[in-house]
């Protein structure tokens, strides 16, 4: 059983930075795509950034591109979202997901078996 925890949510003015952290617990780390989805309320989960097993591909949504950065080190088992000139509506609980399937960067949610419990993000104003 692989277990996800995220840490590093919080509160952050607009125009700032914030970095989440997400570490995963199982022996050695399966090698498969990582990524961070966030739901706002009201709203429905979607994808904010994925990487591949070796981090040579990326994936970012367009809403997020140029803002954010995605990045794993698979001795620590980790992969961070560091997140840059954070705007309100990035405010959201924010998962981290790890696929069963594929060793590719995906949008999809659906290509992602594991999840955290989720972080809040809240983007002041």
């Known amino acids: 059983q692989v277990q996800l925890v995220e840490s590093g949510g919080g509160v952050v003015q607009a125009g700032g930075s914030l970095r989440l952290s997400c570490a995963a617990s199982e022996r050695s780390f399966t090698p498969l795509a990582m990524a961070w989805f966030r739901q706002a309320p009201g709203k429905e989960i979607e994808s904010v950034a994925a990487i591949s097993w070796m981090g040579s591909n990326t994936y970012f949504a367009d809403s997020v591109k140029g803002r954010f950065t995605i990045s794993r080190d698979n001795d620590k088992k980790m992969v961070v979202l560091q997140m840059n000139s954070a705007k309100p509506e990035d405010t959201a609980i924010y998962y981290c997901?790890?696929?069963?399937?594929?060793?590719?960067?995906?949008?999809?949610?659906?290509?992602?078996?594991?999840w955290g419990q989720g972080i809040q993000v809240t983007v002041s104003s």
């Open positions: 997901a790890r696929s069963q399937t594929t060793i590719n960067a995906s949008g999809s949610s659906r290509a992602y078996g594991y």
